[in-house]
């Protein structure tokens, strides 16, 4: 596969949610742009003489051979992203298990089993505030009537979003039938750090999923004027959300851990009132378990021991939570094995750690110099994607076979 190969099916998609001068991708599931990413994968998936297929819960399936005969060997990814991410965060993985296809068919690769490319919807949970949706509800991990109740900011209703794209609300939720076709599945990602830059290489093989969560914080107070509210008589949920940001900081360190408040909600929300109402979510990741749940419960009663100070009130909830991933089947240590490539662990979520609860998963890694993810400077070279194809492709074709 060359540089140049891989640049044409990429440039050929790259252009769509491209949002503002910064570079970054707004390409949010079920919106007019992630319709237009999913009619391009369509378009090339039948340009391949792909049978395509659309799941329940609104995943997209390029198939070739028959599904039915069982055993099959997936790839893919996700096409969405998040608000002013990366344009290689999922699309990279889609874009390669397209490219692995035609590299099987011209080493004259005669699969045993049925290959399919797969793209799975609302991987990064920006619209509807819960990640990896689509393969969630596939393999039943997420309750389908209370997917139907998320809400973007807009208001909207998953249910109202899936309909308008033409798909039955009532069928959303697990498909065992679909997942026992599936006896493999290997995703392939842009790493969402430097690892391999430091490593010079330019794929690697994934060991683990960090476990991690997303929480909800709602801090309550007493609205008032800004201008005429004596500072002693406040009680102001600004402050106690600003002090449990610090305090996630501080305990993220202590734990070693990673944990970030990168959204927030205020209410009224105008310059000149102290604010009755303030949200934030809280992303948390570490190496274990154990640990995780140390951390999160560290900031909370943080954020409850100030709000006592404050004279506000704290409640937390779990919108998430995604327990440590191993990927130790035979799938993975085929990669690890044949690939010849470094083998390392990522504190991010993907599809793949998903689906690895239910079927022999592998997860590929292709190198970003820059080590940003999640922002318009995440980055790798055509050659490094196309050496992730090659590698993809390997690794494919020994399982189909």
């Given amino acids: 596969m060359s540089a140049e190969r891989f640049a044409a099916l990429w440039e050929s998609l790259s252009p769509v949610g491209k949002a ?62 998040v608000p002013h991410g990366g344009g290689y965060d999922g699309p990279l993985g889609v874009v390669s298990g397209l490219l692995a296809i035609d590299r099987l068919r011209e080493r004259g690769v005669k699969p045993a089993k049925p290959v399919a490319v797969v793209v799975f919807t609302e991987e990064e949970g920006s619209r509807f505030g819960v990640p990896c949706l689509g393969s969630r509800l596939m393999t039943g991990a997420f309750d389908p009537a209370k997917a139907l109740r998320l809400r973007d900011r807009e208001g909207f209703h998953l249910a109202e979003a899936i309909g308008r794209a033409g798909l039955d609300p009532e069928r959303l939720g697990p498909d065992p039938e679909r997942l026992a076709r599936i006896g493999a599945f290997v995703e392939l990602h842009i790493e969402q750090g430097r690892a391999l830059d430091h490593l010079d290489a330019p794929v690697g093989v994934a060991s683990a999923i960090w476990p991690h969560g997303r929480y909800r914080f709602d801090f309550t107070g007493e609205g008032n004027h800004a201008g005429t509210t004596r500072m002693s008589d406040r009680h102001d949920p600004m402050l106690t959300l600003a002090a449990t940001v610090l305090a996630t900081d501080e305990v993220a ?149």
């Fill in 20 to 81: 503002g001068d910064d570079g970054g991708y707004v390409r949010h599931s079920w919106t007019d742009t992630d319709l237009v990413c999913r009619e391009w994968f369509v378009e090339e998936a039948l340009d391949r003489d792909l049978e395509v297929e659309i799941d329940r819960n609104g995943n997209l399936w390029a198939w070739w051979g028959e599904p039915e005969q069982g055993g099959a060997v997936v790839t893919g990814s996700h096409l969405d992203s």
């Fill in 253 to 401: 360190r202590m734990h070693g851990a990673h944990a970030t408040v990168g959204r927030v909600d205020v209410a009224p929300n105008a310059t000149n009132a102290i604010a009755s109402r303030a949200s934030a979510w809280l992303d948390a990741r570490a190496a274990d378990g154990e640990t995780l749940q140390k951390l999160v419960d560290a900031i909370r009663q943080r954020a409850e021991r100030r709000a006592r100070l404050d004279g506000t009130q704290v409640a937390m909830a779990t919108e998430s939570l995604t327990g440590e991933v191993a990927f130790t089947g035979d799938v993975s240590r085929l990669a690890a094995l044949e690939l010849h490539a470094p083998v390392l662990p990522t504190g991010a979520g993907h599809d793949a750690g998903v689906l690895a609860g239910h079927v022999d998963t592998a997860m590929l890694f292709v190198r970003n110099p820059t080590g940003i993810s999640h922002a318009p400077q995440e980055s790798a070279s055509h050659a490094d994607c196309a050496a992730g194809v090659e590698k993809l492709t390997d690794l494919l074709g020994r399982l189909c076979q």
